[in-house]
């Protein structure tokens, strides 16, 4: 299963110059790296980036990441992936763009859902 996480692209240039991405802010604030499902994946860009361009959707196989990615309520006690502990850019299946529409919000790739 596809897994994602909303980068800034200056924070994703630089993980790639160190092999792994710590985490934005917020992430290093709360100890782990937010991510999303591919169906909570709009409502986190909506929620915490409306509005800011210059993001990347940076997929990754959550059955990949081993046991620091954990599965813990949040948001209406949904499951969200939080992996506590770095991720390493090559874990990357792809980084896309996301780029915003007309009316501010994000536009997600269709085969994101």
Do not use: C, N
Not at 61 to 87: I, M, N, T, V
């Amino acid at each position: 299963m596809l897994i994602y996480k909303i980068v800034p692209a200056a924070l994703w240039r630089a993980a790639k110059e160190a092999g792994a991405f710590a985490g934005a802010p917020v992430d290093l604030a709360d100890g782990y790296i937010h991510f999303s499902t591919g169906a909570q994946a709009r409502e986190t860009a909506a929620k915490h980036f409306a509005g800011q361009a210059d993001l990347l959707l940076v997929a990754v196989e959550a059955d990949e990441l081993g046991p620091e990615l954990r599965w813990e309520p949040s948001r209406g006690g949904a499951l969200f992936p939080h992996l506590y502990g770095q991720l390493p850019v090559a874990a990357a299946r792809s980084v896309r763009p996301l780029g915003l529409g007309p009316d501010g919000a994000h536009l997600f790739p269709e085969d994101v859902a």
